[in-house]
């Protein structure tokens, strides 16, 4: 199945709402698609966005260094899946030249993917099941 390389184009953070929301748009492209979020996913893509630094680790920063310290890259994030309204996203961690594939969730492979500056994908089947309909 083809993947296509989307970009995060938009993040709407509402303070008064614990759902925020993320746009995914593709890459030289017209299709774009929104990703319903929790507020601490969005507030850490945000902080990352706008090179906000935190004097201790927060989560992300974590899985970040935990990556580091296995001498592991993130090389891509791919939401793979729309099930039940439901996104579902994998990690592609490349160590010693093997790749693994981490299920995690949309908002959290974002998250890693804007501060580890890796392309993001979508399956074309997610596209497919969207109805490939440029975001209004």
């Given at each position: 199945m083809a993947m296509i390389e989307m970009v995060l184009s938009r993040i709407l953070i509402r303070e008064?709402?614990?759902?925020q929301v993320i746009y995914l748009k593709e890459k030289g492209g017209e299709r774009a698609f929104p990703?319903?979020?929790?507020?601490?996913?969005?507030?850490e893509i945000n902080r990352?966005?706008?090179?906000?630094?935190t004097p201790r680790p927060m989560t992300h920063d974590l899985v970040r260094n935990v990556l580091a310290g296995l001498d592991a890259t993130l090389e891509r994030?791919?939401?793979?899946?729309l099930k039940?309204?439901?996104f579902y996203a994998k990690l592609h961690v490349e160590r010693d030249g093997e790749t693994v594939?981490?299920?995690?969730?949309?908002?959290?492979?974002?998250?890693?993917?804007?501060?580890?500056k890796c392309p993001?994908?979508?399956e074309e089947k997610v596209l497919d099941d969207l109805g490939g309909k440029p975001d209004e």
């Open positions: 008064n709402n614990d759902q990703i319903i979020i929790g507020v601490f996913e969005a507030v990352k966005i706008t090179d906000v630094e994030v791919v939401v793979d899946e039940d309204a439901t594939r981490i299920d995690s969730r949309p908002s959290d492979a974002i998250a890693l993917a804007v501060a580890a993001i994908f979508v």
